[in-house]
């Protein structure tokens, strides 16, 4: 079935580094991709998304492309800050009556 | 627009007890959704709803009971409060269940069963 697999947390940096986390995917059809964030103590927020091949989603200075040769899906940010930490969530979803899929979500710390 | 409001924040309950965790929007949206959130196993999709009067399970629905009177409303029922049942609760709405549409999410319900 369809599926999220991300990289396991947590990740920890200093500010101002280079911010990969990885994520790949499953699916039968040619899925929507997202990134959502949590921040402490709230809901989940849309950071971003790519809905076709090559597409690249960016938000708040951070990036992730489709790349459907690799089925991956990979959020990064050029110089992270303290206020970043939170757990970010890849998902998916194939067709418009379809669930949305969840990663495990990757707990992210900056330290200043 | 208020977007997806849950209350109560915090709730601690008793193992058998019952009670109702209530989630509102006010966007309009046809597809509202509950999830469960524990620690390493990501969101659960608890039960969703397509539109008013229209139900259905999702991945983890044992033990919960959802209705959709209206477009705005989607409460969850715990019939009889277990502590596996300690989590996170997240209400969601959107346009649509699926494709590229963004799910706007609450500030969740905090619950502890013992």
């Known amino acids: 079935g369809d599926s999220v697999t991300q990289m396991e947390g947590p990740v920890t940096l200093s500010e101002e580094a280079f911010l990969t986390i990885n994520c790949t995917y499953t699916?039968?059809?040619?899925?929507?991709l997202f990134w959502y964030v949590q921040y402490p103590g709230e809901g989940l927020q849309l950071l971003l998304k790519a809905t076709k091949a090559d597409d690249k989603g960016s938000n708040k200075g951070f990036e992730a492309t489709y790349r459907k040769e690799t089925t991956s899906f990979h959020l990064e940010k050029g110089s992270v800050q303290v206020s970043d930490s939170a757990v970010y969530f890849c998902?998916?979803?194939?067709?418009?009556?379809?669930?949305?899929?969840f990663g495990k979500g990757t707990r992210l710390h900056i330290l200043p | 627009n208020a977007g997806v409001t849950q209350t109560p924040k915090f709730q601690v309950l008793k193992t058998g007890q019952s009670m109702t965790l209530q989630c509102a929007q006010d966007m309009n949206h046809e597809y509202m959704s509950w999830y469960r959130q524990d620690p390493g196993m990501g969101l659960r999709l608890i039960h969703y709803?397509?539109?008013?009067?229209?139900?259905d399970q999702g991945e983890v629905p044992n033990g919960y009971n959802v209705s959709r009177s209206t477009t705005e409303d989607f409460p969850l029922r715990l019939l009889s409060a277990a502590p596996s049942q300690t989590s996170v609760y997240f209400c969601a709405s959107s346009y649509g269940r699926g494709g590229s549409y963004e799910q706007y999410f609450g500030p969740g319900t905090r619950l502890t069963v013992t």
């Open positions: 998902a998916l979803s194939v067709n418009r009556d379809d669930k949305i899929i």
């Open positions: 709803s397509v539109g008013a009067g229209i139900t």
């Open positions: 699916a039968t059809g040619y899925p929507s």
